[in-house]
């Protein structure tokens, strides 16, 4: 069964460092990974996503995240975190049948002035 | 553009209840979803539903009941509401189809806030 564990429950960095969320899953194969980002009271919304082919992949909102199967980690980045960045990421891989989501439990960031 | 749209946002229940949390997307897809958020725990899928008429079990399904009598509609039913349910809900759609169409992105609600007394 696949699975996915993020290490830091809480992160929290001043405006303008650079940031980075671990996440490390457990999959029999080549994995869909995703990083998602949860506003306070709002649904889920997609960063960034890997398929296949480069192992870098740039999201939304200067984010970008590398693929290491050696590791298996896909941890999130940003060079220059901006105060609106608080809020909660879940790490997520995908199965091919039914196009299922496993999540990790989340990282939520807060972010100082 | 409305994408992926719950109703209700908030309910409070008292146990044993029953109550039935709509879903509806805009979008034409063909794959949803309904998980539950609890603190530290991420999202766990509770049901999920890949066309029109057809549902299957997710990883916490105990205790919920499903319907996709349309294809925009997901219906997530509780037929006696337990305190252990007080959690968030949400749902998501997704394009269906395999190879290099599989796994296309969830898109979510904004959740549904359900305690139970």
């Known amino acids: 069964a696949q699975s996915v564990t993020q290490p830091d429950i809480h992160i929290t960095v001043s405006e303008g460092a650079s940031l980075e969320l671990r996440c490390n899953y457990s999959?029999?194969?080549?994995?869909?990974l995703f990083w998602y980002v949860q506003s306070p009271g709002q649904g889920l919304q997609l960063l960034l996503k890997?398929?296949?082919?480069?192992?870098l992949v740039q999201g939304i909102k200067g984010f970008e995240a590398e693929f290491k199967r050696s590791q298996s980690s896909f941890n999130l980045r940003k060079p220059s975190v901006h105060w609106s960045d608080a809020a909660e990421y879940f790490c997520?891989?995908?199965?091919?049948?039914?196009?299922?989501?496993?999540f990790g439990g989340g990282t939520r960031l807060m972010v100082k002035p | 553009n409305a994408g992926v749209t719950q109703t209700p946002k908030f309910r409070v229940l008292k146990t044993g209840q029953s109550m039935t949390l709509l879903c509806a997307q805009d979008?034409?897809?063909?794959?949803m979803y309904w998980y539950r958020q609890d603190p530290g725990m991420g999202l766990r899928l509770i049901h999920y539903?890949?066309?029109?008429?057809?549902?299957a079990k997710g990883e916490v399904p105990d205790g919920y009941n499903v319907s996709r009598l349309k294809k925009q509609n997901f219906l997530l039913g509780l037929e006696s509401a337990a305190p252990s349910q007080t959690s968030v809900y949400f749902c998501?759609?997704?394009?269906?189809?395999?190879?290099?169409?599989?796994?296309?992105?969830?898109?979510f609600g904004d959740g549904t806030r359900l305690s139970i007394l």
């Open positions: 998501a759609s997704s394009y269906g189809g395999t190879g290099i169409n599989s796994n296309q992105p969830q898109h």
């Open positions: 999959y029999g194969a080549t994995p869909y």
């Open positions: 890997y398929f296949s082919g480069d192992t």
């Open positions: 997520a891989v995908g199965a091919r049948a039914g196009n299922m989501l496993t």
């Open positions: 979008m034409n897809h063909e794959y």
């Open positions: 539903s890949v066309g029109e008429g057809t549902t």
